[in-house]
C-alpha cells in the first residue's frame, strides 16, 4: 500500500502477516502441519538455534501459520509482536514466567474469569508467585496493594462476566508509578472494541478461544507485546535485562528491543514450557478474525436488544450490561469501548440459585456451556459451573453469585433468542 | 527531513540499491547485537567491512577488520554506527571524508546534529533503526517471529536464491 496511508481496522483482520505463499502463490495462508522445518545448511542451523537470525526450527517454538496469526494479532492491537500459545491460561503462564522470579508479586483485579482466578491464586502459587487482589473499580486499590515485591499489575478489560468496564487509564498511572508492566485481558473486548495499548496496556493477553476464533472451535491464547515497557530501566526483569544463560549470554532487551517481551516468552516460556497451538487452530482463528469487525458489531447489536428486553421481564431482578442507559458503567464504556459493551453479560432473576438452573434446563436455542464468544448464544449459571470452586464471598466479589445468569449473544436473529428466552422464564 | 519516523519507501531505497556497508563499532563478542546484524547482513549478499580500533586487522566472521574509516579499496555505501550517540558526530565527519552516501545509526542511537551536517553534505541520514529488523521487517522474515511488518501486501515474497529461509527485497540476478 502507498506510505504515508495507514490501513484501517477492517483491512488489517484480513491482510495483516499474510502474504501468498513464496513457493505455491496461495493467497490464503496454509496449515503447515508439520513438526519441523529443514535447514539452508549447517550454519543457518546454528544461526536460527543462537537467535541470531529470523525463521523456523520446531513448531513448538515457531510455525509459520501461527506466526502470520501472531502478526495479525499484533498489527490489531498496534503492537510490537505477539505470541500465540495452545490456551489464554497458557498465555498467562508464559507471561508470569516471564516477569517474576519465586517469591514475587502481581496485582490482580478480583473481578476476572473464574478460571484466572484459579490460576493465579492456586496454580502459581506452588511456583512461588503470589497475587495481591485489587477491586477493578478503584485504582487506589491497586496502588494501596503495591510493595517492592510487585512485578505486574492484570485487569481484565470487560470484566468476565459481570459486565464490568475497567478504567484501564488510571490503573495504568498505578503503574507507571509502581514502575511494572499493566496487563490487560481484552478477551471479552477485542481490540475491534478496546484498543487497550492506546490506553496504557503495556501486554495484552487474550483467550483466542472466545470472539477473535468467533466459531467455537478452537482452543488458543496469545501474548501482545505493546513494545511500551522499559526491560532495561530497573533490572528487576532479569530475564530480559540480564545476560541469558540459553543463549550464550545476550541480552534478551538489548538485542530485540521493543519486542524483546515477545521474543523471550517464545524462546524461554513457551520452548522450556511447552504449550505451543496447533497450526490447524491457528488456521481457525486466523479465518475468524477475518470477519471479526463484523461479527463483533452484530454481538454488541444483539446484546443490546436482548439485555433491554430483560430489564423490562418481571422475572428479573438486574440486567448488568454496561450497555444500558443507566448502567453504572455505562460512561465508563462509553469511553473505552463506543462501538459497544461487547457480547457478554449477566442478569440476576428474581427467584435465585432455583430460579438459575431452571432457566437454563429449559432454553432450546441458547446452549448451556462454558464458553462465550461463539456464533451461537450461549448460557450458564457461573455458582454451579464456572464459579463453583470459589468462596460465596469471591462470587460475589467477582459478580458470579447464586442469582446470576451469564449470556453470551451469538449472531442469530434477536427476535428468536428473545423468544428462547421468554419460554424458558416462563416455566422458572 | 523528518527523522521521528521514515516512510518504508525512503529504507527500503536504502536497502536495495547498497551493499557496502562499514560498520563502526562492530563486536567480535558473538552476544552483542552488532555481532548478530553483522552475521545476518554477510548471509543477505551485503559486503560489510567490521570497523573496531580494539581489534584491528584481526579477522571476524571472514572479515578483516579496519581501525577506521579510511581507504578499503572499494567505495563505501552505508556507514552503519553501532556506538554511543555522541560518538556519532566524528564518525560522520569520517563518513563525508570517505564519500559514503548514507549514514545510518542504530536502534537506540540518535544524534542530530551529526544528522544536519551529513544532510547539508548530501548524504542520507537514519537514525535510530537496526538494517537487520528493517530488512527482516521489509522482507518479510520478521513475520516469522511473530513481529509486526507494518507492511501489508497482496504479491508473493521474494526468496533469496541462497536458501528457502532467507527472502530477498529484490529479484536475484
Not at chain 1, 105 to 113: G, P
Not at chain 1, 200 to 228: E, P, Q, R, Y
Not at chain 1, 374 to 398: C, G, K, N, V
Request: aromatic residues 8%; hydrophobic residues 45%; proline residues 5%.
Amino acid at each position: 500500500m502507498s506510505e504515508e496511508r495507514q490501513p484501517g481496522f477492517n483491512t488489517l483482520a484480513i491482510h495483516a502477516g499474510a502474504q501468498p505463499d513464496p513457493s505455491t502463490g496461495a493467497r490464503v495462508t496454509p496449515i503447515y502441519q508439520t513438526t519441523s522445518f529443514v535447514f539452508d545448511d549447517v550454519d543457518h542451523a546454528a544461526a536460527l538455534f543462537n537467535l541470531e537470525t529470523f525463521g523456523n526450527i520446531y513448531t513448538r517454538i515457531m510455525n509459520p501459520t501461527q506466526a502470520v496469526l501472531e502478526e495479525r494479532l499484533a498489527a490489531l492491537e498496534g503492537g510490537a509482536a505477539a505470541l500465540a500459545l495452545a490456551s489464554g491460561h497458557a498465555a498467562q503462564a508464559v507471561i508470569f514466567h516471564t516477569l517474576l522470579e519465586p517469591g514475587d508479586e502481581f496485582i490482580a483485579a478480583h473481578q476476572l474469569y473464574g478460571g484466572s482466578m484459579n490460576q493465579f491464586s492456586q496454580a502459581f502459587a506452588k511456583f512461588g508467585w503470589q497475587v495481591r487482589w485489587a477491586d477493578t473499580t478503584d485504582a487506589e486499590s491497586f496502588r494501596a496493594a503495591v510493595t517492592p515485591k510487585t512485578k505486574a499489575i492484570f485487569v481484565e478489560s470487560i470484566a468476565n462476566p459481570g459486565g464490568i468496564i475497567t478504567d484501564i487509564a488510571a490503573i495504568s498511572a498505578v503503574a507507571k508509578e509502581a514502575g511494572v508492566p499493566l496487563i490487560v485481558d481484552n478477551t471479552l473486548a477485542t481490540p475491534y472494541l478496546t484498543q487497550a495499548k492506546e490506553h496504557g496496556a503495556d501486554i495484552i493477553v487474550h483467550s483466542l478461544t472466545k470472539f477473535l476464533g468467533g466459531h467455537g472451535n478452537s482452543i488458543g491464547g496469545a501474548i501482545v507485546d505493546c513494545g511500551t515497557f522499559d526491560w532495561m530501566a530497573s533490572g528487576r526483569y532479569p530475564t530480559l535485562s540480564a545476560p541469558c544463560p540459553s543463549y550464550h549470554g545476550i541480552t534478551l532487551a538489548e538485542t530485540f528491543g521493543d519486542f524483546a517481551f515477545a521474543i523471550a516468552c517464545r524462546v524461554l516460556g513457551l520452548r522450556d514450557l511447552g504449550p505451543a497451538i496447533s497450526p490447524f487452530n491457528a488456521f481457525l482463528i486466523l479465518t475468524g478474525i477475518e470477519t471479526l469487525p463484523l461479527r463483533m458489531q452484530r454481538h454488541c447489536d444483539n446484546a443490546l436488544q436482548v439485555a433491554e428486553w430483560l430489564s423490562a421481564h418481571d422475572k428479573i431482578a438486574w440486567v448488568n450490561y454496561a450497555g444500558l442507559p443507566g448502567n453504572e458503567f455505562r460512561a465508563l464504556a462509553e469511553r473505552y469501548c463506543p462501538k459497544g459493551a461487547g457480547g457478554v453479560f449477566t442478569f440476576g432473576l428474581k427467584g435465585g440459585y432455583d430460579a438459575g438452573i431452571a432457566l437454563v434446563s429449559n432454553v432450546e436455542l441458547f446452549s448451556h456451556l462454558a464458553n462465550i464468544g461463539d456464533t451461537r448464544s450461549l448460557i450458564i449459571h457461573p455458582a454451579s459451573t464456572t464459579h463453583r470452586q470459589l468462596s460465596d464471598e469471591q462470587r460475589e466479589r467477582a459478580g458470579a453469585g447464586s442469582d446470576v445468569v451469564r449470556l453470551s449473544i451469538g449472531l442469530e436473529d434477536v427476535d428468536d433468542l428473545i423468544a428462547d428466552l421468554d419460554q424458558a422464564l416462563a416455566k422458572v | 527531513m523528518n527523522h521521528d519516523s521514515y516512510s518504508d519507501v525512503y529504507i527500503r531505497d536504502i536497502l536495495v540499491r547498497h551493499r557496502v556497508i562499514a560498520m563502526v563499532g562492530a563486536s567480535p563478542k558473538p552476544s552483542r547485537p552488532s555481532y548478530f546484524v553483522l552475521k545476518y547482513l554477510l548471509a543477505r549478499d551485503f559486503d560489510v567491512v567490521p570497523v573496531n580500533p580494539g581489534h584491528a586487522r584481526k579477522e571476524l566472521l571472514g572479515q578483516e577488520i579496519f581501525g577506521m574509516l579510511g581507504d578499503f579499496g572499494r567505495p563505501i555505501d552505508i556507514v552503519d554506527i553501532f556506538r554511543k550517540a555522541d560518538a556519532a558526530l566524528a564518525i560522520t565527519q569520517d563518513a563525508i571524508a570517505i564519500r559514503a552516501t548514507v549514514v545510518w545509526m542504530q536502534l537506540g542511537v540518535r544524534n542530530d546534529e551529526a544528522a544536519a551536517l551529513a544532510e547539508a553534505a548530501g548524504l542520507k541520514v537514519v537514525m535510530n533503526r537496526c538494517p537487520k529488523i528493517e530488512y527482516g521487517r521489509l522482507s518479510g522474515e520478521i513475520g516469522w517471529a511473530g513481529v509486526n511488518s507494518r507492511v501489508l501486501s497482496s504479491k508473493r515474497p521474494l526468496l533469496n536464491n541462497k536458501g528457502v529461509q532467507k527472502r530477498a527485497l529484490r529479484p536475484a540476478n
